[in-house]
């Protein structure tokens, strides 16, 4: 059985940081000597640009078309072979992509027919779950057959929330498709946290933020005590084809993702630690 931690970084909203904590929460837990593989599921194709992969130059050094998880799934679906490896990128910062772009769209429609659909992803990472400590996958702000299959093939999942009024608008209804999505198709999957992103520490609303998902959904899920600051530099590394800590290696959203690393980390454990208890109470 593989020990490969499978992380989907989760949220309905748009624009919450899921794209920048994959790729930092990525690089952070390769700085600290784990083996990591992002995977981009959102058509838009966030993650695989600000990785610096952009589709027109890769097309233009490979002289063909360039594979993403989309070429995964329709090579599954039509059953065609396909070596994963000739899909995942190498980025110089030690961490392993699996790309996107629009094609992914275009996947929904053909999943909704496929044999065993909500599990495609899934099967699609079984030959390289071996070969890697985590896979994040960064997921689209919607609950399509993409997302469910991200889901189906997690065993935990982050959930980035941005400190403004309203931050905990539509977490009951997210929270209760993971639920759906554990009772039916997937039951290992797990809420591991929620990350409090883009906080601006000048004002009260991050406690407030803090405070009114505690009260809502603190009984079910818990509230990482990492927090990440909002920088102007994060969006500028991005631009860049780089990590936070590529570009600005001592700010403080690069100390805070190093800290979510090891939190995250020491989670992992410790539910490792209570499950080996149960099983030996049984």
Known sequence: MS?????????????VG???????LGVALSKLGKKVLLLDADPQGDL????????QEIEKKSQE???????LIGSYINDIPLDINDVILHHEENIDLIPSNLDLSAMEIPLLNAMNREVVIKNCLKGIKDKYDYILIDCMPSLGMITINALACANKVIIPVQTQFLAAKGMGQFLQTISR????????LMVDGVLLTLVDKRTTLPNQ?????????GSKVKIYNTQIP?????????????SIFSYDKNSKVADSYTLFAKEVMENGKE?????????LSR
């Open 181 to 188: 999505v554990r009772k039916q198709i997937n039951p290992n």
């Open 209 to 217: 933020v803090r405070y009114e998902l505690q009260e809502s959904y």
């Open 65 to 71: 078309k360039m594979k993403t998880i989309a070429t």
């Open 230 to 242: 909002m920088a102007v530099n994060v969006a500028k590394s991005t631009s860049h084809g780089e």
């Open 48 to 55: 695989t640009i600000c990785m610096g992969y952009y589709e």
């Open 3 to 15: 020990n490969c931690n499978v992380i989907a970084i989760s949220n309905q909203k748009g624009g």
């Open 18 to 24: 899921k794209t920048t904590t994959t790729l930092s």
């Open 271 to 279: 539910r490792n630690k209570n499950a080996s208890t149960k099983d």
